[in-house]
């Protein structure tokens, strides 16, 4: 697991886990929270890229919420309709025109076995395209990511100060 935090607003803003391939290949990377960084001089990009207008669905992370953006999505915010798929403990997005669909988990929630909450999960907004969708955490979790991030500004941020043996 890799996490990235922003040294200004002290936030977590990407985690990925390295997923394993067959026989010892190397794997890719699985994104819990934000999104991979484009590049421009891949090889992939040269061959087919994925239209700007497509909707695009991004996970994020504060103190009291975990958050999702669907950016490129034009419909009122009426359209769109919020559940909880009780047998497979999914958060599921559709529209009333059907025209997205779009099945979502909680993998802290996942890990821990934990069901999810109706009461807890909110439609917020919808600017530019943009949605918003917020899951309230619950304050044990909330506590407990308060003290991990405390314990990580006290014993990281030494950049530059890596023992290197091989130099």
């Known amino acids: ?4 935090i922003d040294v200004v607003t002290r ?24 999104e991979p960084q484009k590049t421009a001089n891949s090889s992939e990009s ?14 994020r992370d504060s103190t009291d919420f975990w958050e999702w953006r669907v950016r490129n999505i034009p419909y009122p915010i009426q359209v ?16 009333s025109n059907k025209k997205y ?3 979502f988990y ?10 999810l909450d109706p009461g807890s999960l909110q439609l917020v907004d919808h600017t530019n395209d943009t949605l918003t969708i917020r899951y309230r955490k619950p304050l044990d979790i909330v ?9 990580k500004i006290e ?7 890596v023992d290197c043996a091989t130099q």
Do not use: H
């Open 1 to 4: 697991m890799v996490e990235e």
């Open 11 to 34: 936030e977590l803003v990407v985690r990925r886990w390295k997923v394993p391939k067959a026989f010892g290949k190397e794997g890719g990377w699985e994104y819990e929270l934000g």
């Open 46 to 59: 040269l061959l087919c890229e994925s239209s700007s207008r497509n909707p695009s669905f991004v996970a």
């Open 80 to 95: 769109y309709q919020l559940s909880i798929d009780e047998t497979k403990q999914e958060i599921v997005l559709r529209t």
């Open 101 to 103: 669909f779009k099945r």
């Open 106 to 115: 909680i993998p802290s929630l996942k890990r821990e076995n934990r069901k």
């Open 143 to 151: 506590k407990l990511e308060g003290d991990e991030r405390r314990q």
């Open 155 to 161: 014993n990281g941020g030494q950049d530059g100060k």
